[in-house]
T-cell receptor
């Protein structure tokens, strides 16, 4: 079993919908949680960066971390066709440098 | 440039050849990382440098993989005697500090071994 599990999708929703993306993990030592967006043939682009449990909002994006359940989420409000991409969750331990990624969820927003 | 730059963007090699992949991190970034991303998968950690010191190489899949960062800026990932399973996208990332800071990625080198 992988340390970080993420449903690969694909996920297809209409423009304007609220999108929910999720990851679960098994390593209770993870303290830092990130969401990256990756367009085809491009590198991952950092969207959200959070420490420990709680919520963080940035524009149309909200990241939630529930450490008790080992579950993180990314919500996208008012989704746009330009949000169509693969979304990767990533996490790391305190003091560790390497990121452990989920498989990525492929998202398509239909106009 | 302002971002992480990788070259070449695409590399095709025959099985058994050696390849070298280059990464130019964001200027002034102390930490540099290499990841390998197979098709349809998330990136997997290969190795980490803090300045010129390679502090973690636990993700390198075999002794055919070698990375260096001799002057603490540009890094090279070398793969000797390439095999078909080495085909992947190799991503480089950098971060400004040494402790749990956000990593910024380049667009990767897509390596195909024939």
């Amino acid at each position: 079993q992988k340390e970080v599990e993420q449903d690969p999708g694909p996920l297809s929703v209409p423009e304007g919908a609220i999108v929910s993306l999720n990851c679960t993990y098994s390593n209770s030592a993870f303290q830092y949680f990130m969401w990256y967006r990756q367009y085809s043939r491009k590198g991952p682009e950092l969207l959200m960066y959070t420490y420990s449990s709680g919520n963080k909002e940035d524009g149309r994006f909200t990241a939630q971390v529930d450490k008790s359940s080992k579950y993180i989420s990314l919500f996208i409000r008012d989704s746009q066709p330009s949000d169509s991409a693969t979304y990767l969750c990533a996490m790391s331990e305190q003091g560790a440098q390497k990121l452990v990624f989920g498989q990525g969820t492929r998202l398509t927003i239909n106009p | 440039g302002a971002g992480v730059s990788q070259s070449p963007r695409y590399k095709v090699a025959k099985r058994g050849q050696d390849v070298a992949l280059r990464c130019d991190p964001i200027s002034g970034h102390v930490s540099l990382f290499w990841y390998q991303q197979a098709l349809g998968q998330g990136p997997e950690f290969l190795t980490y440098f803090q300045n010129e010191a390679q502090l973690d190489k636990s993700g390198l899949p075999s002794d055919r993989f070698f990375a260096e960062r001799p002057e603490g800026s540009v890094s090279t990932l070398k793969i000797q005697r390439t095999q078909q399973e080495d085909s992947a996208v190799y991503l480089c990332a950098s971060s400004p500090g040494t402790a749990n800071q956000p990593q910024h990625f380049g667009d990767g080198t897509r390596l195909s071994i024939l």
